[in-house]
């Protein structure tokens, strides 16, 4: 941070009263993971306790073709999970490629409270979770496999398609600060419809698509997940708030960086969103369309339309 940023960040702290507690998340889905996590917040809980708490609702939503059971599967028809969860002591736990788990953001929970690890995938993913008391469920849902089975008849040349996601159902990235001003984020998804089997996403990744740093806020990310990861971009948005930038200016900058690390990216959808120390929100996307929830300190749940670029 240079001196002059760093000066103007704590001249805001000391003159503004903070807005706390404080819930975001990505797309409509998250109005009522929002509410879900504001239960916690506002009876006194912990943010690292309502972000959980949130996503898991949309994990367990099976008209929620993008998150956990009822998510589009890859395109041999296996629904594989990502997912990731920070605290506000920059403490975090993600599992990738994890199957037959219906909330592998709880999973996260536990490889980051019970494991000296931050990841685990696949088979392994899965093996810790069965020994943690997580039940293995079918995943795929009748609705999930019809989609799957017409993109696949739309698609018999399936394997050389270069997948392109601009719709508006996508990943939950939640973020929250709660009364005592502690940030925690979590982020959970199916990840991309159609992938190939095997992929994974930026959703699991530390600093791709979420990051938390207690002393200057929280973020996270939605849409192509490679172009994320190639910007890191949770974590640049949150270094664009130490810099001194608004939740909302971070956002924005940080998805011109994708742009520039993205050639066709007129073709990408990225949106990213910001919560600061001081309960600020922000959001911005490359594509119109994206949209996310806000639970702000007053106590309204409501629907924001993130500024893009196109
Ligand atoms: N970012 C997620 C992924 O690439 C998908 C999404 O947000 O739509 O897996």
Redesign the pocket.
Known sequence: MTVQASHLVSQTLENTAPLRPVVLSTWRHGLAANAEAWKILSSGGRALDAVEQGVRICESDPNNL?VGYGGLPDREGNVTL?ACIMDETGDCGSVAFLQHIEHPVSVARRVMEATPHVMLVGEGALKFAVVNGFKKKDLLTNKAKKEWEKWQADHPDAIKDRQV?IENH??IGLVAIDNKGNMSGACT?S??AWKLNGRV???PIIGA?LYVDNEIGAAS??????A?IRAVGSFLVVELMRQGHSPQNACRLATERVIRKNPGWQKLQVGFIALDKMGRVGGYSIQPGFDYAVYDHAGRNRMVQAKSRL
């Not at 990310?221 to 490679?226: F, I, R, Y």
Request: charged share 20%.
């Open positions: 993008s990502d996601n996508d990943t998804t990840g991309m996403g930026d959703s698509g990310a939605t849409g192509v997940g490679e994320v």
